[in-house]
């Protein structure tokens, strides 16, 4: 592997990408410490410790702190993932957009198009919810003008990170949206080891049990990474065929086919699509939710973390069956 990399560098054009992607990785993490205007950091604070396990804290993990610090990259690209989600639905269900989806690349730019204006779309309707809803204690500015500059301040955070994502999908290496999804959850790693450790402090816990922990997650990560270059080769025999004098082919070969074909997307989509309900409540007002909703959609409960897993777990199938019926069109 190291030698590999080591003559992967020596490509110029390999060089470029590769310092193209990190430039664009420190735009991301530099956005994420600008903060959008007429809000108070103290209360975001102590607002986010009220639910801090809740779905809202699986999300500001996945942002890389933005959402607690209620950044311009607060809703991260989750408004995208969502939309996207949505138009391959319909992509399946509407004939119409099945044909469009079809039409090659001119297809494809219409899609990408649609997906683009449902997340502008979503983008307002979960900036709203989180603005309003969820950090509506610290708004120290509660006029129409303040509300639309924050509004639009999210919203532009959200579309400047699926354009970055699609520059460094065109410019630089790997998916871009993937890649920006992993710096996300890498860059909250330093706080969750601090939080393990201030645990272990308070519970009184052995160094053997955070070893332990610490094993059995490196362990988990070499399955999954197992998994996910995993694949099944189908043997292809070429038949044996005569020009002139002389008999050509009769090799043989195989077409690889990935065990993990959709890969992380089904947990992702699973993930956007299980925060729909809670920023719905945010936009409408908890208050106003009937009593059974606490008990469902959310996780700070026993019988909700329950129903939220099983839901989660259903949904990733459904997804995982879907996303690979997409990839793997026979």
Known sequence: MFQTLKVSLKDEEIRKRLLFTFLMLIVFRLGNAI???????????????????????????????????????????????????????????????????????????KIASYTKFGA?????????????????????????????????????????????GEVITQNGVGNGISIIIFLGIVSSFPNQIAQINQQRVMYGLEWWRVALL????????VIVVAITQGERRIPVQYAKRVVGRKMYGGQSTHIPVKVNMAGVMPV????????????IALFIGQDKMPKWFAHVFTVNTTSGLVI????????????????TAIQFNT
């Not at 979960?126 to 509300?147: C, H, M, P, R, W």
């Not at 992702?268 to 920023?279: E, K, M, R, V």
């Open 120 to 164: 502008v779309f979503l983008g307002l309707f979960e900036g709203y919810a989180i603005v309003q809803g969820l950090f509506g204690n610290a708004i120290v500015d509660k006029s129409t003008t303040a509300t639309i500059i924050m509004l639009l301040s999210v919203l532009a955070g959200t579309m400047f990170l699926v354009w970055l």
């Open 35 to 109: 903060p959008i205007p007429f809000i108070d950091r103290a209360v975001i604070a102590e607002q986010m410790a009220a639910h801090e396990d809740g779905i809202f804290s699986l999300l500001n993990l996945l942002s890389g702190g933005s959402l607690a610090r209620m950044s311009v990259f607060a809703l991260s690209i989750y408004p995208y993932i969502t939309a996207s989600i949505i138009i391959q639905l319909l992509t399946v269900a509407i004939p119409r957009l099945e044909e469009v989806a079809r039409d090659g690349e001119q297809g494809r730019k």
């Open 268 to 279: 992702i989509f699973a993930s956007s699509l299980l925060t729909l309900p809670q920023t």
């Open 214 to 221: 610490i094993v059995l997650s490196i362990i988990i990560l």
């Open 308 to 323: 939220y897993s099983i839901v989660q777990l259903l949904l990733i199938i459904l997804f995982a069956y879907f996303y």
